[in-house]
């Protein structure tokens, strides 16, 4: 009964590959999130979706692409991957967008991306 | 823009003890949200506590309590009776009501000795 799920957990490729990480949940979240986490650990939101609406597209390079083919999943796509890519990228999802009342997210285990 | 700090980057406690970690945010909105966010070893992201500004009382979740100061925009997190699996890195949160984005702090790696 996971809530919110990431394939796949690890990623290891070479630089100027093309990847994709899935996330997946069955909480009937309206808004799902991709997150990275650095190694320094921060963590900085990248993308949101609302029902398949993009909401938050942050500063991220446009080698990052993601997908939402229903509201239970959003993939993200990445190319022409560099060395500065690696890191954990997170997985969130909540009930409705954060801009309404007394919502939380729910992260998904991570991805860790290795980039050689 | 909206910035939450924790200016301890690791602590630790001895088991059964009581620790508390610091969290500062900067904002100028009235109506907000704070978390506490737990990483293990597993990496997976845990919702520890959350607290709404409009709220006086504190927020407590069984030997997790916090202290929220909203004056002085401060939000700590207390351990009561430390346990060896609270070992994790503790994420301080913010977001303001009708922002989209959750802000977090860099963390501080709590440490349990047995």
């Known amino acids: 009964d996971t809530a919110v799920s990431q394939t796949p957990k690890y990623l290891v490729t070479q630089m100027g590959n093309d990847k994709s990480i899935k996330c997946e949940q069955n909480?009937?979240?309206?808004?799902m999130y991709w997150y990275k986490q650095d190694s320094k650990k921060f963590l900085k939101i990248m993308f949101s979706y609302n029902n398949k609406e993009l909401i938050i597209n942050e500063t991220v390079p446009n080698r990052f692409s993601p997908k939402s083919p229903d509201k239970a999943h959003l993939n993200l796509h990445i190319n022409s991957l560099e060395l500065g890519d690696s890191a954990v990228y997170f997985c969130?999802?909540?009930?409705?967008?954060?801009?309404?009342?007394?919502?939380?997210?729910?992260f998904g285990p991570g991805t860790r991306l290795l980039v050689l | 823009a909206q910035t939450v700090t924790q200016s301890q980057p690791e602590m630790s406690v001895q088991e059964a003890e009581t620790v508390t970690l610091s969290c500062t945010y900067d904002t100028s909105e009235s109506d907000y949200y704070l978390f506490w966010y737990k990483q293990p070893p597993s990496r997976q992201m845990i919702l520890v506590i959350r607290q709404e500004a409009y709220k006086q009382q504190n927020a407590t979740e069984n030997r997790f309590s916090v202290n929220f100061q909203k004056a002085a925009k401060s939000f700590s997190l207390k351990i009561s009776d430390s346990q060896l699996g609270d070992a994790a890195m503790y994420f301080c949160a913010y977001y303001a009501l009708g922002n989209e984005k959750l802000t977090f702090g860099t963390g501080t790696r709590l440490t349990i000795i047995p």
């Open positions: 909480l009937g979240h309206d808004t």
């Open positions: 969130a999802s909540s009930q409705g967008r954060l801009a309404g009342v007394g919502e939380t997210q729910y």
